[in-house]
């Protein structure tokens, strides 16, 4: 999953340029990049999220600390 993210917002980025460079910024453009780019974002979020839960060190070091 993280590694389908970065290839996404990777895609993204040489898209946009290649957009910017022949100026094709029509509406649909915009927001067709868009939404790809908040599909990447999303899930590298998902990502980050079910390594978190899952993570039980991180749940032993945050309830022995102190504070």
Not at 12 to 37: D, K, R, S
Request: proline share 0%; glycine share 8%.
């Amino acid at each position: 999953m993280e590694k389908t993210g970065y290839i996404i917002l990777i895609m993204v980025a040489i898209i946009w340029i290649i957009a910017w460079i022949v100026g094709m910024f029509e509406n649909i453009w915009l927001g067709i990049i868009g939404l790809v780019t908040i599909v990447g974002l999303g899930l590298l979020f998902i990502k980050a999220l079910t390594d978190r839960l899952a993570s039980k060190k991180d749940d032993k070091y945050s309830r022995d600390v102190k504070k």
